[in-house]
């Protein structure tokens, strides 16, 4: 049986998923795109509480992003800068451009809808550990799901490094 789209959804009512790593990073995340049945556009709740950020500074070189902030306040940091960040505030990070990441600078939960272009390729640089990940595949809105992914640092290597020439 095929799981029917919902025609709406309300952000209150998404069950919410918690990814917890350390001691900095926790968000709780309810898949909105998703549950609309909606392949190309990315769109999803984010949690977070205070002290806290769903994810490492990154950028994506293929998916733009936008985040719609629903309440609480932070900082968005994008580049060198560490700009506020409050409710009715619309975030950019188009593809290719700077790095960003969103923290929770207040004291209550910053919540707020991040949308995405769900490309069937991505490559997603990691500027704080030096790392990146690639995910390509047919039908692809997740890591997880691509049916091709990795992620780690970059060895610097000649095009025929590794290839048996002889």
Not at 86 to 97: E, F, N, R, T
Request: aromatic share 8%.
């Amino acid at each position: 049986m095929t799981d029917t789209p919902a025609p709406i959804v309300n952000i209150d009512d998404l069950p919410l998923e918690g990814m917890e790593q350390g001691t900095r990073f926790a968000v709780e995340t309810g898949e909105i795109g998703v549950t609309l049945g909606l392949n190309g556009l990315g769109a999803m709740l984010h949690v977070v509480q205070p002290g806290k950020t769903a994810f490492p500074f990154h950028r994506h070189h293929v998916s733009d992003e936008m985040f719609l902030i629903l309440s609480g306040t932070g900082e968005y940091r994008i580049g060198n800068q560490h700009l506020p960040v409050k409710a009715g505030d619309c975030l950019g990070a188009p593809a290719g451009g700077e790095a960003h990441q969103i923290i929770n600078t207040g004291d209550e939960p910053l919540r707020y809808i991040g949308f995405s272009n769900n490309a069937q390729a991505d490559v997603v640089e990691y500027p704080d550990s030096g790392k990146i990940s690639v995910s390509a595949g047919p039908g692809t809105t997740h890591f997880e799901n691509a049916s091709f992914s990795g992620r780690g640092v970059l060895t610097p290597a000649d095009y025929w490094d590794g290839e048996e020439t002889e």
